[in-house]
């Protein structure tokens, strides 16, 4: 590899790392804790489909604001699910030609409940899920 390829794969590498530091919505940066209470809640209530993936996980790809008052927060959040509890589908159903049965991308709509302390709870979601209780 010469001199200049290295170069550039050091400044992609570089520029991969910052891109993955910088805030994905930064008009949302002032609520705390909103990742996380979005992906706890899916991970407790959600399934995928037709309720063969009961315990998907998400990897939120990004969130589009659809709302925000004084008192709640909507928004749609896309994301790509995997429920690694199902285990390798490739094992399991080799003529389905590799991947898994039990991940792809989704999307869905959040609401959130906002506090007089400035935190966040997330009061509702669309898409199929368990009953919560």
Same mark, same amino acid.
């Given at each position: 590899?010469?001199?200049? $390829?290295?170069?550039?794969?050091?400044?992609? $590498?570089?520029? @991969?790392?910052? $891109?993955?530091?910088?805030?994905?919505?930064?008009?949302?940066?002032?609520?705390?804790?909103?990742?996380?209470?979005?992906?706890?809640? #899916?991970?407790? #209530? @959600?399934?995928?489909?037709?309720?063969?993936?009961?315990?998907? =996980?998400?990897?939120? @790809?990004? %969130?589009?604001?659809?709302?925000?008052?004084? =008192?709640?927060?909507?928004?749609?959040?896309?994301?790509?699910?995997?429920?690694?509890?199902?285990?390798?589908?490739?094992?399991?159903?080799?003529?389905?030609?590799?991947?898994?049965?039990?991940?792809?991308?989704?999307?869905?709509?959040?609401?959130?409940?906002?506090?007089?302390?400035?935190?966040?709870?997330? %009061?509702?979601?669309?898409?199929?899920?368990?009953?919560?209780?």
């Amino acid at each position: 590899m010469g001199k200049n $390829a290295t170069r550039a794969l050091i400044m992609a $590498a570089a520029l @991969a790392v910052v $891109a993955a530091c910088a805030p994905r919505n930064p008009e949302l940066s002032a609520y705390r804790g909103l990742e996380f209470a979005i992906e706890s809640y #899916y991970e407790r #209530y @959600a399934f995928e489909r037709n309720a063969t993936c009961l315990r998907p =996980e998400m990897a939120i @790809a990004s %969130i589009h604001t659809l709302e925000d008052t004084p =008192e709640r927060l909507v928004l749609e959040v896309n994301y790509f699910w995997e429920d690694r509890a199902f285990g390798n589908d490739s094992q399991k159903h080799p003529w389905r030609g590799g991947g898994s049965w039990c991940s792809g991308f989704d999307s869905r709509v959040f609401t959130l409940a906002k506090r007089p302390d400035g935190s966040l709870s997330v %009061i509702s979601m669309t898409g199929p899920q368990r009953v919560q209780g």
